[in-house]
T-cell receptor
Framework: DAGVTQSPTHLIKTRGQQVTLRCSPK?????VSWYQQALGQGPQFIFQ???????QRGNFPDRFSGHQFPNYSSELNVNALLLGDSALYLC?????????????FGEGSRLTVL | DAKTTQPNSMESNEEEPVHLPCNHS???????IHWYRQLPSQGPEYVIH???SNVNNRMASLAIAEDRKSSTLILHRATLRDAAVYYC?????????????FGSGTQLTVLP
């Protein structure tokens, strides 16, 4: 049973560019959340998707947007990249039915903005 | 959200027990205590969670103080693979939001 898969694993962009990160949730999971982890810090919640809609959002600007597809996979888009957007972007999946149980995280996409 | 306080770092010898403390003096009655850990170059992984009673699973034990203002994650026999950042997180199970609010965690070093 595949866990949470994310792509790409590493990427380099320049300031002002746009980036799209992808996530496939664990089999049987219908909810996807995205987190940003700066170096040396804990992950910070960006937003959560369920039934193809953004359900919760953390303290991130509108440059961060997302999408969830009918197969529950998800994308995170970041526009007008800033140097401060350099971070590890983590996707986590869960089942709404098991809402207060564990979240399963992918290994992340490491974004470097030059 | 109620906050947690953890030591920045701890060391342990291999094959010895490890007690990782967490203070959460402003915990509310509906907050569950969750622990996640993050191994190097990996995403966080769930370890254990509890409300009031002590909890055990195959990975660890969670001891919760009677007043719930502190808790301790216990690794019964540390291995080198247990070297990771351990996060103690409070999660209100009443709220519709299900995100995790991570602090900076405790970096556990296991010495051979």
């Amino acid at each position: 049973d595949a866990g949470v898969t994310q792509s790409p694993t590493h990427l380099i962009k320049t300031r002002g560019q746009q980036v799209t990160l992808r996530c496939s949730p664990k089999s049987g999971h219908d909810t996807v959340s995205w987190y940003q982890q700066a170096l040396g810090q804990g992950p910070q919640f960006i937003f959560q998707y369920y039934e193809e809609e953004e359900r919760q959002r953390g303290n991130f600007p509108d440059r961060f947007s997302g999408h969830q597809f009918p197969n529950y996979s998800s994308e995170l888009n970041v526009n007008a990249l800033l140097l401060g957007d350099s971070a590890l972007y983590l996707c986590a999946s869960s089942s709404l039915a098991g809402a207060y149980g564990e979240l399963f995280f992918g290994e992340g996409s490491r974004l470097t903005v030059l | 959200d109620a906050k947690t306080t953890q030591p920045n770092s701890m060391e342990s010898n291999e094959e010895e027990p490890v007690h990782l403390p967490c203070n959460h003096s402003t915990i509310s009655g509906t907050d569950y205590i969750h622990w996640y850990r993050q191994l190097p170059s990996q995403g966080p992984e769930y370890v254990i969670h509890g409300l009031t009673s002590n909890v055990n699973n195959r990975m660890a034990s969670l001891a919760i103080a009677e007043d719930r203002k502190s808790s301790t994650l216990i690794l019964h026999r540390a291995t080198l693979r247990d070297a990771a950042v351990y996060y103690c997180i409070l999660r209100d199970h009443r709220r519709s939001a299900r995100q995790l609010t991570f602090g900076s965690g405790t970096q556990l070093t296991v010495l051979p």
